[in-house]
């Protein structure tokens, strides 16, 4: 468990790489005992849901890529098949084959859940149920222009819980509706999925469902511990 974490703490990608730079077990030895460590990384990262203060007003709810290939061979590659398809990652406009990851943050960064989707999921797709596994105490939610609608609303208001999303600029009501403060707060999402990346949480080289299941929990599990000694150390 130490291992997996100072490797995603390191930034290094590749386990083979990981084990040949510190001489630890061998690649095919580190990578089957990670894989057996899933089900205590999802415990130990539950048990700290339950421990950390979430009493902040907000949450946020964004989506990241995770592609398993270069754009090149997304129509070519065989890993995942059944599993992955093809998206879209807006930022770069590329289209990629990978997976979705759906994640609920809080307003000072800390991860709750997240739910792993193929890559042409919509966003406000998954949200209903990620909230209903959730079950937050904090009623209201940020979303950007993609989980707009007033069904995926309405739906969200049945449970109690108030989404706000910007409007965009060519809609009316615009100027009045874009809190600037709001924004800023939703934004910050944006950081915390960057310091995911960091931890290997985009780059996922796992080519199996378990592993690549295990090197997310221990992306996320790293960062959540590095959120809990940044704030209560």
């Known amino acids: 468990m130490a291992l997996l974490i100072w490797q995603a703490k390191t930034g290094i990608e590749s386990q083979r790489r990981f084990c040949e730079c510190f001489g630890c077990l061998s690649h095919s030895r580190f990578n089957r005992r990670s894989r057996q460590l899933l089900q205590l990384i999802y415990q130990i990262r539950q048990k700290m849901n339950q421990k ?28 995942f098949r059944g599993s992955a398809n093809i998206g879209y990652k807006a930022t770069k406009k590329i289209y990629y084959y990978g997976f979705k990851v759906h994640a609920i943050v809080s307003d000072d960064g800390y991860v709750l859940d997240y739910a792993v989707t193929r890559a042409s999921v919509h966003d406000a797709k998954e949200t209903v149920e990620l909230m209903k596994n959730t079950h937050p105490a904090n009623r209201y939610l940020l979303g950007d222009e993609g989980y707009l609608g007033k069904r995926l609303h ?29 924004m800023a707060i939703r934004r910050t999402i944006e950081s915390d999925f960057s310091l995911l990346t960091y931890y290997n949480a985009e780059n996922n080289r796992a080519r199996s469902l378990t592993g690549f299941q295990a090197r997310l929990e221990i992306a996320i599990l790293t960062y959540n511990l590095a959120y809990c000694l940044e704030r209560f150390n």
């Open 52 to 79: 950390v203060d979430l009493s902040g007003q907000f949450l946020i709810i964004d989506s990241f890529p995770v592609p398993v290939c270069q754009p090149v061979r997304n129509y070519r590659v065989r890993i």
């Open 154 to 182: 309405d739906q969200l208001k049945q449970m109690g819980y108030e989404l706000w999303t910007p409007y965009r600029k060519n809609m009316a009501g615009a100027k009045k509706h874009n809190d600037r403060q709001l």
